[in-house]
């Protein structure tokens, strides 16, 4: 079936540090891969995406490439702020019309 | 533009108790969902709709249920509430096509007691 696997949390970091949040699906059709964030007491938010192979997704400084031959979609950013500390989600489409969400991975950035 | 409203944003139940939680959405997505989010873990779909008239089940769909009489509303009923109920639920739409992704509310905040 479809999976998303995400590296486990939370990470702490502090503030200006390098950030990647490490995420796997299955491979499986041809899907597009997302990635969402959700903060405090919010619904989720979409944060970017990549639709196809070889397609980096970007916004906010963050950034995902979609990796067909290892089946990866890493979120990264350069230089952390404290403002970035919400839980992050990597999502594949599936078969039936709906996502596929990993666990989600938690984020606090320190000052 | 709204976007997807639920309400409520909070709600305390008692054992045995029923309630709808209410979802609309003004973008005429035809794609609505219906999420748990329980506390350090992701989002388990409960119930989906491709358009007015069809809903499915999802990975968790016991204990409640669902219509769409419409685009815009995506009701959550929860018939006899139980303590396993208590979480956090996600309304989302999105576009037809596999490149969009969802729209989510803001929560319904649900404990049962």
């Known amino acids: 079936g479809n999976s998303v696997t995400q590296m486990e949390g939370p990470v702490t970091l502090s503030e200006e540090a390098f950030l990647t949040i490490n995420c796997t699906y299955t491979?499986?059709?041809?899907?597009?891969l997302f990635w969402y964030v959700q903060y405090p007491g919010e619904g989720l938010q979409l944060l970017l995406k990549?639709?196809?192979?070889?397609d980096k997704g970007s916004n906010k400084g963050f950034e995902a490439t979609y990796r067909k031959e290892t089946t990866s979609f890493h979120l990264e950013k350069g230089s952390v702020q404290v403002s970035d500390s919400a839980v992050y989600f990597c999502?594949?489409?599936?078969?039936?019309?709906?996502?596929?969400f990993g666990s989600g991975t938690q984020l606090t950035v320190l000052p | 533009n709204a976007g997807v409203t639920q309400t409520p944003k909070f709600r305390i139940l008692k054992i045995g108790q029923s309630m709808t939680l209410q979802c609309a959405q003004d973008?005429?997505?035809?794609?609505m969902y219906w999420y748990r989010q329980d506390p350090g873990m992701g989002l388990k779909l409960i119930y989906y709709?491709?358009?007015?008239?069809?809903?499915d089940k999802g990975e968790v769909p016991n204990g409640y249920n669902v219509s769409r009489s419409t685009t815009e509303y995506f009701p959550l009923r929860l018939e006899l509430a139980a303590p396993s109920q208590t979480s956090v639920y996600f309304c989302?739409?999105?576009?037809?096509?596999?490149?969009?992704?969802?729209?989510f509310g803001s929560g319904t905040r649900l404990t049962v007691v």
């Open positions: 973008m005429n997505h035809n794609y």
């Open positions: 990549a639709t196809k192979a070889d």
């Open positions: 989302a739409s999105r576009e037809a096509g596999q490149d969009y992704g969802y729209t």
């Open positions: 709709s491709v358009g007015a008239g069809i809903t």
């Open positions: 491979a499986t059709g041809y899907p597009s």
């Open positions: 999502a594949r489409t599936g078969s039936a019309r709906q996502l596929t």
